[in-house]
C-alpha cells in the first residue's frame, strides 16, 4: 500500500529555535495535510495543502507541497514550549476518499 | 464543545473477550471514519461511513472487526475475540460534507489494552 516517510523521528530544540521537518511518498498525492497530536487526544488539522508548489502559512507554521506532488514540509518559526506534540503528516486523494498518515516526528522544546 | 467524543477513553480486555468501542460524531457531521493507531506510529484507516452507509472497510485487519453506523449519527467498532495486537488507541473521526473528507476531526480516542 502507500507508505510515507517522514523524518526526523525525533526533534530537541530550544525555543525560539526554527524547526523544519519533511515527508516523501512513493506515491502521488492531490493533497497534503499536516496535523498535531498532543498527550491523549486526536491529532488536530493545521495545514492543508491542495495544489502541486503550493506554499501556505497558518501562524508561525509554514507547509508547502512539493511539485512532484510526493512530498511536502512542514517549517515552524520561533518555536515556543507549546509546539510540543508529535506532528503528522497526511496524504489524501479523493478517488480513494481516505488519508495515508506518516508516523510522526516528535517535537520536544526545552525554555 | 460540541467536538467529537469516544468512550470508554480506556479499556482493558482480557485476551478473547469482546469489546465495542462508542462514537459521537459532531451533530450533522456526514462522514465519520474509525483509525487504529499503534504505539509510535501514525493512524492507519479502518472503515469509513458516509450516514449510515459503510462506504469502504478495506482496512478492517480481519473479520473480527465490525462497525456500523444504523442511524447515520452514533457508531460503534466492535472486536471480537480480541488478540494481543489488537491492542492500539482507536480513533474516530467525522467531517461535515462527504466531498471534502480530509478536514476530519478526531475524537480522543479510546485506549484499548489486551491482556
Known amino acids: 500500500g502507500q507508505q510515507l516517510n517522514q523524518s526526523p523521528q525525533s526533534m530537541f530544540i530550544q525555543e525560539g529555535e526554527d524547526v523544519s521537518m519533511n515527508c516523501t511518498s512513493s506515491s502521488i498525492f492531490n493533497t497534503w495535510l499536516w496535523y498535531k497530536q498532543d498527550p491523549g487526544e486526536g491529532p488536530v488539522l493545521l495545514i492543508a495543502?491542495?495544489?502541486?508548489?503550493e506554499l501556505t502559512s497558518n501562524g508561525r507554521l509554514t507547509a508547502q507541497f512539493g511539485i512532484t506532488r510526493k512530498d511536502s514540509f512542514l517549517n515552524i518559526s520561533a518555536s515556543i514550549p507549546s509546539d510540543v506534540g508529535i506532528y503528522f503528516c497526511a496524504g489524501y486523494n479523493t478517488n480513494a476518499g481516505k488519508s495515508t498518515f506518516g508516523d510522526g516526528t516528535t517535537l520536544t522544546v526545552k525554555p | 464543545g460540541a467536538g467529537v467524543s469516544q468512550s470508554p477513553r480506556y479499556k482493558v480486555a482480557k485476551r478473547g473477550q469482546d469489546v465495542a468501542l462508542r462514537c459521537d460524531p459532531i451533530s450533522g457531521h456526514v462522514s465519520l471514519f474509525w483509525y487504529q493507531q499503534a504505539l509510535g506510529q501514525g493512524p492507519e484507516f479502518l472503515t469509513y461511513?458516509?450516514?449510515?452507509?459503510?462506504?469502504?472497510k478495506s482496512g478492517l485487519p480481519s473479520d473480527r472487526f465490525f462497525a456500523e453506523r444504523p442511524e447515520g449519527s452514533v457508531s460503534t467498532l466492535k472486536i471480537q475475540r480480541t488478540q494481543q495486537e489488537d491492542s492500539a488507541v482507536y480513533l474516530c473521526?467525522?467531517?461535515?460534507?462527504?466531498?471534502?473528507?480530509?478536514?476530519?476531526?478526531f475524537g480522543p480516542g479510546t485506549r484499548l489494552t489486551v491482556t
Open positions: 461511513f458516509q450516514n449510515e452507509a459503510q462506504l469502504d
Open positions: 495543502l491542495y495544489k502541486a508548489g
Open positions: 473521526a467525522s467531517s461535515l460534507d462527504g466531498r471534502a473528507t480530509y478536514e476530519q476531526y
